[in-house]
């Protein structure tokens, strides 16, 4: 008789390991639903299907509500019996207002209850057509219905309602057991499908918003450049007529006027600079900057601009020079490399009081690098990072020294344009600067190439 | 009407679940119940008779669980089936 019992206690507990493994079963069955699609329609369509199938279910239907929790809508509905194909358009029945519809579903969804029902009407009137709910009324199968809400976070995403050719009370054990994690599987993939086609709306908007975006900024890259165009000129003739005016051509001037025009002359200097600026940034940004890229020899370029602003420096008191090392070629656009020089010589020199700017040369093996080095005002953390940035100006200096904020924006895009890179380096305020860039050494049979 | 041999499917995959092969051995036994080499259930004779004697067939070697597994195997079905072809046990 031991031996007997032992066997049917085995049996019992081979039984519940048998009922754990069709649950887990199951559940994998759901995830690789969940898994395979993103959409949500489709999702809630195979989730209905494989639960009627897995267990019989005479009928299955799967609905969600929106963000808002304004609407309910059933997105799908299975019936095994349905030989009009009713069912299957559940994705197209009309949304119920949680808040003027009271049937069953709208009260499972408000109340966040499970509720088990006689009769499908109650359920599915109005959304349902009165074709589907006659003929599942019809269905003698069909004995009760559970519905469950969906809830996550203390909010009902929608709502699975699960028809049953039996009383409630006759579940099985095996049905019993798969509920709560089913339920739980199910909300998490209604919510993943949520997220997911909120995310594809988004991204619909995003692109709409960054298209318009880029028409704009396409507009203002024209109009700036038209507008800098038309400044020119009138800007040319001015700042010559100033220069005649006080080089005495109408006449001797007082010292009073001269200190004046020579205000004048200054102001139009810069706003010549700012406009021929900003007709390079356009150019730049609206791609019409030609940048040649050929084998350079870096070194003469440095040494030219270094011997053009060499009167510059010594006018001021400091110190310009030039490593006089040999380089080996660059791939490079010796006019863009030349601008790029002589910003930075020139912002160096404006930035510096005492001391000087020295131009060192450094062969990396990919690489030449060129650091403009000064002993001026030096610049904090903070600056560094922005100062490649369009109008972004080092605050130490902005408030005392004119300048247009594009210069270094300027020198970035070129730079780049030509393959290299550009940064600039301090050890703090008042330790002096540099700023370095880098270009990529000529490979031995050089090449010609254009870029924009 | 339900046929016996769905059930009878039905109870046999339910308890090779628990049991192994062992399930379609000891189905084999019962009088009137064959599976044909495709596995398919052929009944000779009562359906009602075959299916009550299956279940006795499992509860004789492992006791009343056995019996409680047969009517949850057929739970979903049994509405479908017409009363006078259900045995007593499973209803």
Redesign the interface.
Known sequence: MAH?NI??DL??R??E??VR??TLSLLHKLDEVTLSTLSTREMTERIATTLAKE???PFVALGMCDAAQKYFQWLAASCPRDESKLCAQASSWPKLSLTKVRNAATKSIRTHRRLELRTLSELLTPAAPDDLIQLLSADE?L?SILVFPLVAKSECLGLLAIGL??GVE?L???EQETFSPMLGLVTVALQKAEIYSSLVEATANLKVVNKRLKELDAVKTEFVSIASHQLRTPLAAIRGYVDLIKDGTYGQITPPQTEVVGKVHDSVEALIELVGQLLNVSRIESGKTNVEITTIDLASVCTEVSNFLGVKASERGLSLSCDDTRLPPVFGDASKVREVMMNLVENALKYTDKGGVKIIYTEEPKFVRIDVVDTGFGLTKASIEKLFQKFSRAEATAADYPGTGLGLYVCKRLVEAMGGEIWAESPGLGKGSSFCFRLPKAAKASKKSKAK | MMAAALLIERIIK?QE???GPLAWREAKKVKGLAVTSSGAIKVAGSGKKVLGDLVGQYEK??????R??CR?AV??????ASKNDIPEVLR
């Not at chain 2, 739970?75 to 479908?80: D, E, F, S, T, Y």
């Open positions: 007997e066997n049917f049996y019992a081979n039984a390991l048998a493994n069709k267990f019989d279910y199968q004995k050719n039996r006759s099985t054990k095996y | 339910e679940l628990i049991i070697l492992f006791g009343p669980a056995s409680d597994v949850e739970k979903a079905l049994i509405p479908q």
